[in-house]
Structures are given as structure tokens and as C-alpha cells.
């Protein structure tokens, strides 16, 4: 009964351990393998498979502990709980991702206020050429002339170590922000009018086609990108 016990706990710690840790998707590389044409054929996750062993290794000895128990006892209660096990365990190396997403989801829907902060000029007066504004410190403007992305040359801090590395006015006057730092490699967006994120080319030439969004309050949006050339 204790071993079921650790187990559980193992297993409710790594999935708080990949909503609220920002680095946990550090964790989960994608080695991509191709066929002679170019074409992707499958993917293994390298630095998980540690991980995956340990759980899969723990969950090994309960069943196994739970098989070995004599017949009389062993219920149909604990072939549940042993076909329960090895589900979690499945799903967990299905959605991993989803549990990750949703924590920075969470994580940005307390720093609205500090995103209103540094938005708030530039909804008043989009900058024209380069220059510095109180909260964004000195940036460079592109493309010259009639400018849609700011070069932020001291990256504003949000907290701890996430940063907003660059800014892009939309055409509807939409404003997104690159988070870069332990948090970063998405961006967060405010939309005027029940606007959503959607895919754009940004101010140096740059395309950026959307893979995924989600609100996080007050006409913000957390949203990620898929660079394309």
C-alpha cells in the first residue's frame, strides 16, 4: 500500500512539476528523423526518456508487487488500479505538452498588469523612429520610415528571468510582444475589438504562422508562432 502511495506522489509531482515549472519543457527535445526525401517519419524525446524510465520503472514494481500478491487477494480493484497506472502514465506522455502550455498560460494571466504597463504609450503613440519610452528604455524602429517593430535594446523585465525582447504593432493595432528568458519563445498579445491572434509577417520580413493561442485576460493573449522562410 506505501509503494502505491509513492507512486501516486511521484506521478501528481511531475505533473506539477510540467504546469508550473517554465523550464520543464527543456526537458522534452525533439529529435525529428527524415527518410532519404526529406520527409519526417517519426520523433523520440531523448532527455524524457530518463523520466519515462524512472516512471515506468516504479510503476513496474507496483504492478509487479500488485501480480504477485496470491490469488485469493489479488481483487479486481487492484488490476484496476494497475490498468490505471499504466494509463496515467501513457496519457501523461501524450499531453505533457498541453500541462505545459496551460501553466504559462496561467503564469502570464498575473503579469497583465505589467504588460499593460509597457503597452499603454504605445496604444497612445506608436513610435515613428527610433527613441526610448519610460518602462521600455531605448529601441530601434524597422522598417525606417513607417516603422512595425521595435528592437528593444535593454529588454524590459517582467520577472525573474523573462524579458519582452521585441514588440510588433498589427494592422488592426494589435500589440505583441516576444517574451524571451526562462519563460520565453512565445509571444503575448493585446487585440483591440474581440480580435484574436493570427499569423503575420513582422516588421523585418520575418513570418510568423500560428500554431496555437489562448486568452489570459483583458484583451490579452498568449500565443505561439511557427517561423517560417
Known sequence: MRLWGIHLLAFGTLIACAALDPLFGSFWPVWHFETSTGHPIGRVLPSGIALLVAGATLSAIVIRTGLRSTPKSRSLLQLLAITAVIALWCSFSTCHHALAWHGKRLRF?????????????????????????????????????????????????????????????????????QIMGTDGGDWVEWHPDDGTPSSFIGGLGDQHQLAKFDRIGRGWYLARYQSTE
Open 109 to 177: 494571466a498575473f503579469r497583465t498588469d505589467q504588460l499593460e504597463s509597457l503597452a499603454a504609450p504605445l496604444r497612445r503613440s506608436w513610435p515613428t523612429e527610433d527613441g526610448k519610452l519610460e518602462g521600455l528604455g531605448p529601441f530601434m524602429a524597422y522598417p525606417f520610415g513607417t516603422p512595425q517593430t521595435l528592437l528593444l535594446l535593454e529588454a524590459p523585465r517582467l520577472d525573474g528571468r523573462v524579458y519582452v525582447a521585441a514588440i510588433e504593432q498589427g494592422e488592426t493595432g494589435a500589440i505583441r510582444m
